[in-house]
């Protein structure tokens, strides 16, 4: 079942990835645990925009989506602290490669 819900990601397209999802959800229709029917509605629910991903050019946001985890990561740590200039530093040293 993984390896089906993974296809979806590796698909070219979006036609390739529907029939990766449709072949997962049939693969939990069968399954007895009701918490997985769960699962199934809610990655159909969402299609359009997990679609979007194949649609978009296989775009992500998963780099922005890290460096403001890790920013947020950094400003629960500081707090208290009272000079910006070293929390800008920090957040200079943690993320590299970030545009400023």
């Known amino acids: 079942m ?3 819900l993974h296809g979806l990601y590796l698909a070219e397209d979006e036609e390739a990835a529907t029939a990766a999802l449709d072949r997962f959800s049939l693969l939990y229709a069968d ?3 009701p918490e997985f029917y769960k699962v ?3 990655l159909l629910h969402w299609a359009p925009e997990i679609f979007n991903f ?3 050019g296989r775009i992500s946001n998963g780099r922005m ?3 403001n ?3 947020g990561v950094l400003k629960r740590m ?3 602290f009272v000079n910006a ?3 800008e530093a920090r957040g200079l040293l943690l993320c590299p490669g970030t545009p400023t």
Do not use: C, I, M, S
């Open 31 to 33: 399954d007895p645990l």
């Open 69 to 71: 985890n890790k920013l």
């Open 2 to 4: 993984l390896q089906e």
């Open 54 to 56: 194949h649609r978009g």
């Open 40 to 42: 199934v509605d809610t």
């Open 85 to 87: 200039a070293n929390f």
């Open 65 to 67: 989506e890290g460096t």
């Open 78 to 80: 500081a707090f208290g």
